[in-house]
Nanobody, 114 residues
């Protein structure tokens, strides 16, 4: 069983930055692929960024060049650095882990508004 706890969300002005963190209670965290998803009101949950156990990354076209996913296996942490935020980035952001099974965090709200 893996527990994921996100933090770092909040209200930010357009053009600003936020760093989301996800703490994982996995015994062998390094073997898990980690992802960040987001869900805006009235929309389906979408994949934002992913990082494999080997450190390869992938991003949604809408965030390429603005968001960076990273992981610290020694601390059981995954991060999402979000720069040049736009109002359309407003959503609840979820941390997701998978290795044979799927695990989700409770989500953290990100609101981009002036």
């Amino acid at each position: 069983q893996v527990q994921l706890v996100e933090s770092g969300g909040g209200l930010v002005q357009p053009g600003g930055s936020l760093r989301l963190s996800c703490a994982a209670s996995a015994r062998f965290f390094s073997i898990y692929a980690m992802e960040w998803y987001r869900q805006a009101p009235g929309k389906e949950r979408e994949l934002v960024a992913a990082i494999t156990s080997g450190g390869s990354t992938n991003y949604a076209d809408s965030v390429k060049g603005r968001f960076t996913i990273s992981r610290d296996n020694a601390k059981n942490m995954v991060y999402l650095q979000m720069n040049r935020l736009k109002p359309e980035d407003t959503a609840v952001y979820y941390c997701h882990a998978y290795y044979r099974s799927d695990y989700w965090g409770q989500g953290t709200q990100v609101t981009v508004s002036s």
